[in-house]
C-alpha cells in the first residue's frame, strides 16, 4: 500500500467535513428565483432553485399576460436555467414531462400563445384546475399600463395577449372589468399620494427637529467655551496677582 502523506489526509479530511456541512447544504438548497421576461421579443429569462412550479407560473402569468390554469397536483419543486429562450420554447424547458397543453388565439399581428392548461400525470379533467392570474389584478395591472402608454406604440406582447382575453368578453363584462380596474387604479393613486405627502411632512420634521437640536447643541458648546474662557481669565488674574503681592511683599 502506498504511503499517504500527512498533508493528503488532512485536506481530504477538510473536504469531507466542508461537503458534509449543513450549512453549506442550506446554503446550496435555498429558494431563489431571478427572472426577467422581455414584453417586446417575447423571450424569457430566468434562473430558479428549489421554486415551486405553481409559484414560478404564477410569477410567468403575471409578467406575460398568458393566462394560466393549474391544478396543484401537478404541483412540485423544480431547478432549472433558461438563457434568453422564446417563451413558448422556455415553457416547454420548464414543463418538461409534465402534462401540459398550449392554446392560441388570433391577434392584429400574429397567431400568439395565450393560454396554458397544467394538469396531474394521470387525468386530462380541469375540474380542480383553477388560474393562476386572477382576471381583476391583471385587469389593474394592464389598465394602469394602457393609460401611461406612450404614443409609440412599441409592440408588447404581454399587452396584445390581456387584450386577447378582454375580447372574448361580452361588451358588459368587458366595461365592468375596465371600470372597476380604473377604480382600483385611482384608489391606489390615492393612497400612494398620501403615503407621499407623510413622507414628505415626516422629512421636513426631521430637519426642523435636525435644526433644533443643532443649535442647541452649538449653544451649548458655544456656553461652555465662554465659561472656559471666563475660567481661564480667571485663573490669569489670580496669578497676576499673586505675583504682584510676591513683589511687592520682597520690595
Known sequence: MPHL?????????????????PALADK????????????????LKLNVLNIELKQLLTTIAYKTGLEILFDDKANEKVSLTVKDQPLQQALKNILRGKNYSFHYSKTKNQT????????????NSKRDAFLLNK?????????????SLDQSNRLDIALERWNSRLARLNPEQKDSLEQNAIKRIKTEDTLNKRRE??????KKNRIKRDAFFSEKNNTIINNHTEHQKQHSEHIRSSIQSQLVNQLTLAK
Request: hydrophobic share 35%; proline share 3%.
Open 5 to 21: 502523506s500527512f498533508r493528503f489526509i488532512l485536506n481530504v479530511f477538510i473536504s469531507l467535513c466542508l461537503f458534509s456541512s
Open 197 to 202: 405627502e407623510r413622507e414628505a411632512a415626516n
Open 135 to 147: 382576471v381583476s389584478k391583471e385587469a389593474t395591472l394592464y389598465t394602469r399600463q394602457n393609460l
Open 28 to 43: 446550496q438548497s435555498t429558494p431563489s428565483i431571478d427572472f426577467h421576461y422581455n414584453r417586446s421579443s417575447n423571450t
Open 112 to 123: 400568439l400563445l395565450t393560454s396554458l392548461t397544467v394538469l396531474p400525470s394521470n387525468t
